[in-house]
């Protein structure tokens, strides 16, 4: 399945990347999907077109984002939200009216499956231990790259894992964001899960042993 970028900025996007990521979305075929960390959206519609293909209308996909920088984030790594082409640069400016990184563009591109997606504005060290664990199958931890809040992160996820559902943590070798790999590491060795390091070492898939 081809990973579309719908003329957005995303994580995925280095050749092969996004295809292999999707391909393990489809090997486990999870019914209800949370992304922490969504950015522009575009892994959440992709997401969304593949849970579709697979279950219809029968399937979740909960978004969580900061959608803003403001003082009180401004330690988290948020990507460059400019373009360096200057066409998508007009079209968001002067065509949509719209800034590609709120929650507004991001519910816009996803509203094809209004009636599935839900998506929450803020910070996952605040809100993730909110939200009911029990029933998500599926997690793609992509939000804050601080030591700190990948601990919270995935201690806040231990319940899908528990339940037999995935947690599949973004950017394991990212040299500029070591706590990324070091709340990992600590968090696989405290409770004894398995970890497979894929996709070239980008991604780390936490799943029971
Ligand atoms: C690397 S981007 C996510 C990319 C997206 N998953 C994709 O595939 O295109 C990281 C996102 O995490 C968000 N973020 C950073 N710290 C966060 C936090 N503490 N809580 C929630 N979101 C956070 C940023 O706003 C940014 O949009």
């Known amino acids: 399945m081809k990973y579309k970028k719908y003329y957005r900025k995303t994580s995925l996007k280095q050749p092969g990347v996004g295809e292999f990521f999707l391909n393990e979305i489809i090997s486990k075929k999870p019914k209800i999907f949370l992304e922490v960390g969504v950015f522009h959206g575009v892994t959440g519609r992709n997401v969304c077109e593949v849970l579709h293909k697979i279950h219809g209308n029968d399937f979740k996909?909960?978004?969580?984002?900061?959608?803003?920088?403001?003082?009180?984030?401004?330690?988290?790594?948020?990507?460059?939200?400019?373009?360096?082409?200057?066409?998508?640069?007009?079209?968001?400016?002067?065509?949509?009216?719209?800034?590609?990184?709120?929650?507004?563009?991001?519910?816009?591109?996803?509203?094809?499956?209004?009636?599935?997606?839900?998506?929450?504005?803020?910070?996952?060290?605040?809100?993730?231990?909110?939200?009911?664990?029990?029933?998500?199958?599926?997690?793609?931890?992509?939000?804050?790259?601080?030591?700190?809040?990948v601990m919270n992160d995935l201690n806040c996820c231990n319940k899908v894992i528990q339940n037999d559902g995935v947690v599949l943590c973004d950017d394991y070798d990212l040299h500029?964001?070591?706590?990324?790999?070091?709340?990992?590491?600590?968090?696989?060795?405290?409770?004894?899960?398995?970890?497979?390091?894929i996709c070239n070492e980008r991604f780390a898939k936490i799943e029971k042993n």
Do not use: W
């Open 61 to 149: 996909y909960i978004g969580l984002d900061l959608f803003e920088e403001n003082e009180e984030n401004v330690n988290e790594v948020i990507p460059n939200t400019s373009f360096s082409n200057p066409l998508k640069t007009i079209y968001f400016k002067y065509i949509k009216r719209q800034n590609p990184y709120s929650i507004e563009a991001v519910e816009e591109l996803l509203k094809k499956f209004k009636n599935n997606v839900s998506l929450i504005k803020g910070n996952s060290n605040k809100l993730l231990n909110k939200i009911d664990m029990a029933k998500i199958n599926y997690v793609f931890l992509d939000g804050g790259h601080e030591y700190k809040t």
């Open 176 to 197: 500029q964001a070591p706590g990324v790999k070091k709340a990992i590491d600590e968090f696989v060795a405290s409770n004894n899960y398995k970890c497979s390091i």
